[in-house]
Structure formats: C-alpha cells, structure tokens
C-alpha cells in the first residue's frame, strides 16, 4: 500500500511538498524533450552543407512521427516494469539517465550516433513519463479535491520547461551549431535528475517499490512475462538485423513507420483485450475501463492534431511565415514556444475555474469534445493563410499565434485531465500500465500526424490543414453524442 502524503501538508502552494519535487522533474525533461523536438525536424531537412542531414521532407516526417509515437508507446511497458520489478522512483531515475545520454549522442556529427541517441531517448522516456505523472496521483489521499487542481500546476511545470526550451536550444541549434543545441537538452535532463535524487524524500512512500504480487503463483508469473518479453524483443530486433545485412529487405524510414502502424494497432488491441476480458475486476472497474477506452480513442485524435506543431507547423514556420519583427529575425523554432506560452497563462485560470463551477464542472468526457473542438479550430484559422503561403506570400506570425492558443485551450481541456482521469478510473494495482495505455493514446496520434506531416510537400496546404481541422472538428461532434452515457460508465468518478 503506498504511503500518500499527509492532507495536511500545503506547503507547495496549498499542495503536498512532493509536488515540486516533481514539478522541478517534468520541467527539465520537457525541457530536454521541446529543445530536441524543435530542432528535429529541422535539422534533418536542412542541407548537409549547413548542418544538417539532408533528408527530404517525406522522410523527415516518417522519422519524427516514428520517433514521437515511439516515445509514447514504450510507455507502456515502462509502466507495467515500474508496478511490477522497479517502482515508479527508480523507473523515473534510470528513464532519465537514458534520456541524458541519448540527446549526449545527438552532439556528434553525422547520422551514426543519431538513431541510437534517438533509441535511448525513446526507452528513458517511456520510463520516465508515465510513473513521473502516477506518482504526482500518488501524492492525494482518494477523494482528495486538490488532485485536478494539482495536476494543472504540474502541467504548469511541465509548460515552464517547454517554453524556455524551444528559446533557449532553438537559438543555439539554429544560430550557432545543431550539435550544441541537442547538447543543451542533454544538460537539461542531468539537472532534473539531480534535482530528483536531492528531493525524492519528500515524495514519502510514494512510488518507493514495486506492487508486492498476491502470491508465489502471480511473481513467477511476472518474471516469466518479462522474460518472453525481453527474449521476443531481442529476437525481433536481431531478425531485422539479418534481413538488412543480408539484403532480404530494405529498412529505410518508410518501411518502418509502416511496420510500426501494424504494431501499434496489435498493442492497442492486445491492451485493450487484456483490460477488458482479463479476470479480477469489480463491475465498477469494468465500466471505468471501457470509458477509458472511449478517452483513449478521443485522446489519438486530438494528439494527431496537435501534435502537427513540431512538424507541419513548424515547416510552415520555417519556409511561409515572416520571422523578422522591428528588424530582428528570429529563428523559427522560437514560435514552438507559443503554446507553452499560452499554458503558463491559463493554467492557473483553468484550474481556478474547475474549482470555482463546483458541482457544475463539466465530466470529463464533456471537456474533452472541448478539447478536440478547439483542436480542429486552430487549423481552421490557418487554412487562409495557407491559401496566401501557396501564392509564395511570406504571412504573419500571428496566424501561427492564433493556431497555438486554440491548441493551447484544447489541451488544458484534455491533456491534464485525461491524465488525472486516468489516476481516478484505474484501478490501484494497476496504476502505472493504465498510465502507460494513456500515454499510448498519445504514440497512435503521434503516429498518424507523423504520417500527416509526411504530405506536407505533396498535397496543397489548404487541403493539407482542411484535413487536420475535420480531425477534431469532427471527433469532437461525434464525442459529444456519448458524453451522457461514458460519465455513467464512470461509476461515481467526478
């Protein structure tokens, strides 16, 4: 049984201690995270001469969405490593080691360090994300009123980290070496784990071992799981190993992203048939978990759609938009810092308003249509832009502006609340996968804008953003008719 923080302790803001230790966490991996993904895109489009390495669009976009849904997906076995063997504090340790180590790997020129720099990045965060969140749910007593309030200051903390990110590793990857702007997202990641190990203490008993199996029977079942597991893995990436040594199939990026869409579909099946046709659950926690289905589903849309910011959008940025203000041009990658922006703005001014609606506080489910409407509105706004842009007008930044605060409401709408919604509906032994299947939601959209962006250069950009707006527009519509049904799914879940 984890140890909660005492609900008298509001020494952080009227929140447990605890909570800044991982504030303090998220905002230097984001940081670390937003500095490389401002740059990624980018740097693999630009020319060789300059840099860069010299990939075509097409490329660069099955890559970035290869990498991004990656990040997500190996989320969820990082949290079931984390209930089962590690417990969230040392998942969250050794998941930011890695992370530290693989942007240390994107420093050195050429493309022999960089795709396993992005491998280790990959597997740290997939450590890291999803137990750093369980344990911030960790940190409330059930029934405690502050946890939606909590977790929109960690997202907060989250936000401060990608806004000085995209500044600070933008100015330098842009302007004075792409090595050195990866480096500084490395030095990011060293300073959060350093600041985790000197303040776990304060995180009491949360997160500081493993779930303890009901019996003999269910441990030797866990380690055999984790056995096949790594064997499977193993077999699976050397099998790839020999088809590209001995020429049986060409593993270019394309082929891929392509494998990685059938594996994604077979994870989120399989997850999903586990959870809802495994043994054990109450009939309350049957109907919790096809809701967070229904979340899970609105939560790819809305993640494919906004998720074009560090791709689509920051292209745009890059060859459509006019960077030069009173004389002063600044490099694209800084609009990437827009949205983090607008979030430390209105984080504190959601969260207040949760609080102040009281029993009228929209469900959950009803917040989300809100999300994935505003999601589709912001790439409405931009399409006439597009129209200007396709003519070979360079337009203003404040289309871009606009783009980031729609996003921005959706995802304070969404993102925040999908995170302790998940806290809430799963049940306690499972706490950590269940984050891992929420951060899966994340890998799928991920996938399909990595897939969406990869069209930038072959459908027209009024067509290309039209399609992005249907997205959430539509996704949204739809949630909406199910709203009433999925809150009495949720089984007295505010």
Known sequence: MQEHASHEDRSFFGHPRGLATLFMTELWERFSYYGMRALLILFMTAPVPAGGLGFAVAKAGAIYGLYTSMVYM????????????????????YGGILIALGNAGLTIPGATFFYPGL?????????????VSALVGQLYAEGDSRRDSGFSIYYMGINLGAFLA???????????????????AALGMVFGVTQFVRGEKH?????????????????????????????????????????EASGVARLDAQTLSDGLGIVLLGVTAAAFAWLLLSGGWTPVERKRLFVVGVLFLASALFWCVFEQAGSTLNLFAQRSTDKSVLGFTFPASWLQSLNALFIITLAPAF??????LGPREPSSPAKFVFGLLAAGAGFLVLVPAAGRAEAGELVSPLWLVAVYLFHTVGELCLSPVGLSAMTKLAPARIAGLLMG???????????????LASLYETLPLTHLFTV???????????????VKPTVRLMGGVK
């Open 119 to 131: 491998v280790l990045i990959v597997i740290g965060t997939g450590l890291l994300k999803p137990n």
């Open 74 to 93: 190996v989320s969820l076995p990082g949290g079931w490593l984390a209930d089962r063997f590690l417990g969230q504090r040392r998942a969250v340790l």
């Open 166 to 184: 995209p500044l600070a590793c933008g100015y330098v990857g842009q302007r004075i070496d792409w090595h050195l702007g990866f480096g500084l």
């Open 351 to 356: 969260a207040w308003l949760w609080l102040k």
């Open 437 to 451: 299947v929420w951060f899966l939601s994340l890998s799928l959209g991920n996938y399909l804008g990595g897939r």
């Open 203 to 243: 995180l009491l008993g949360a997160g500081a071992a493993p779930a303890a199996p009901r019996n003999a029977r269910e441990a030797a079942r866990q380690r055999r799981l984790l056995w096949w597991g790594v064997s499977l893995t193993a077999a699976f990436l050397g099998a790839l190993g020999l088809a």
């Open 468 to 482: 992005a707006a249907s997205f959430g527009i539509l996704a949204g519509l739809v949630l909406a008719f199910f």
